[in-house]
């Protein structure tokens, strides 16, 4: 299984462009890298999904280099209602069951 | 509208006493899967179902069983439930149950949680 690791916290203020990497070097040919954000009292919610090089929706962006071996979440511009935790996720087939290994999650402080 | 739903929200009760967590999908998702989550732990998969009469254990599963007797339906159930499994659980839909290659990728939809505590 591919482990991830990320940042305990982050802290940033309004308006700035927030990166967050996880690092998974165990990562496999068919795994995918996904991001999901989960605000306090809530299940956690899709963000981002990408397999190599570069994915871009309407909030966010994700990087991933040539080895895979880790990824970067880019939020253009954050506000505080981006305040919340963001989980690296790495999506593996695993002796022929679907593995799903979550980090330990990034907490964004987003401050005014 | 298309949702994950989890009954009951809170629960409370005490050792040993059998309890049942209903998790429900109205999207036709072939995978659903329960995690717990627990402070500086993050998520941990419990169980999870590829289909229809199909489960598997997750990463925690030692006293928990599922079933998944109809698509829709993903019931978590504690045998006997003990302190150390307090928590907070999550369900968790996908439209299919494989990532098989560059363009199966597949989101996972999760409900609204149920905290859960054992006396």
């Known amino acids: 299984l591919a482990k991830t690791t990320q940042p305990i916290s982050m802290d940033s203020y309004e308006g700035q462009e927030v990166n967050i990497t996880c690092s998974h070097n165990?990562?496999?040919?068919?795994?995918?890298i996904t991001w999901y954000q989960q605000f306090p009292s809530q299940g956690p919610r899709f963000i981002i999904q990408g397999y190599k090089t570069k994915v871009t929706n309407e909030v966010a962006s994700l990087f991933i280099p040539a080895d895979r071996k880790s990824s970067t979440l880019s939020l253009p511009r954050v506000s505080l209602s981006d305040t919340a935790v963001y989980y690296c996720l790495v999506e593996a087939m695993d002796t022929g069951r679907r593995a799903l290994t979550f980090g330990s999650g990034t907490r964004l402080q987003v401050q005014p | 509208e298309a949702q994950v739903t989890q009954n009951p929200r809170y629960l409370i009760t005490v050792t040993g006493k059998k309890l049942t967590v209903t998790c429900s999908q109205n999207m036709n998702h072939e995978y659903m899967s329960w995690y717990r989550q627990d402070p500086g732990l993050g998520l941990r998969q419990i169980y999870y179902s590829m289909n229809v009469e199909v489960t598997d254990k997750g990463d925690v599963p030692e006293g928990y069983k599922v079933s998944r007797k109809e698509k829709r339906n993903f019931p978590l159930i504690l045998e006997s439930p003990s302190p150390n499994q307090t928590s907070l659980y999550f369900c968790?839909?996908?439209?299919?149950?494989?990532?098989?290659?560059?363009?199966?990728?597949?989101?996972?939809?999760f409900g609204p949680g149920t905290r859960l505590l054992v006396l």
């Open positions: 165990n990562i496999a040919t068919n795994d995918y």
């Open positions: 968790a839909s996908s439209l299919f149950g494989l990532a098989g290659g560059p363009s199966l990728g597949e989101t996972q939809y």
